[in-house]
């Protein structure tokens, strides 16, 4: 008996683990740190103090609540004609024939360079960075059918050249 493989319409990357874990640590660390430096000694300061520290304890906490929904919500979803990504209050969505294609971007100092890929859409101007998500088999293979945009394109003496020869 032979088992049909079916490849499923369409697949979801969340934040990775390593990103995730510092955001969420970085998270508590706010929330619990506004609420002492909100509300201490609020009866013996003067009013400009206790609203400074009220503005500053309001601050952290939105900091760590906005840095749990980036986690929760941040994702690609690769579906069959269009990616979805999602980044804590947004969502954008972009039909396949959008996507210009790929890029590895080199960014830190020289003695510590790091690359990462990101997707390249017509009429966005940044591009999405896929580096924040955990990659797979399949989004590798994914991203091989647009161009690499870092290669240069073949022109038509090139081309021409190619037909010479056979």
Partial sequence: MESLQVQPSSHEYRMKVSKS???????????????????????STSTPMALGRAGVGALLLFSGVSM????????????????????VFREEVFPLSEIEGFRTITTGPPS????????????????????????????????QQFPNLDQPAPTANSEDLLHKND
């Fill in 21 to 43: 874990g510092l955001y969420l640590s970085s998270a508590v660390l706010f929330i619990v740190a506004s609420i002492p430096i909100a509300t201490r000694g609020l009866a």
């Fill in 68 to 87: 749990v929904a980036t986690v929760v919500r941040s994702r690609l979803l690769i579906e069959e004609s269009q990616i979805r990504f999602r980044i």
């Fill in 112 to 143: 510590h360079r790091a690359s990462r890929r990101v997707i390249c859409v017509k009429g966005r101007r940044e591009p999405i960075e896929i580096a924040q998500f955990d990659p797979d088999e399949f989004l590798q293979t994914w991203l």
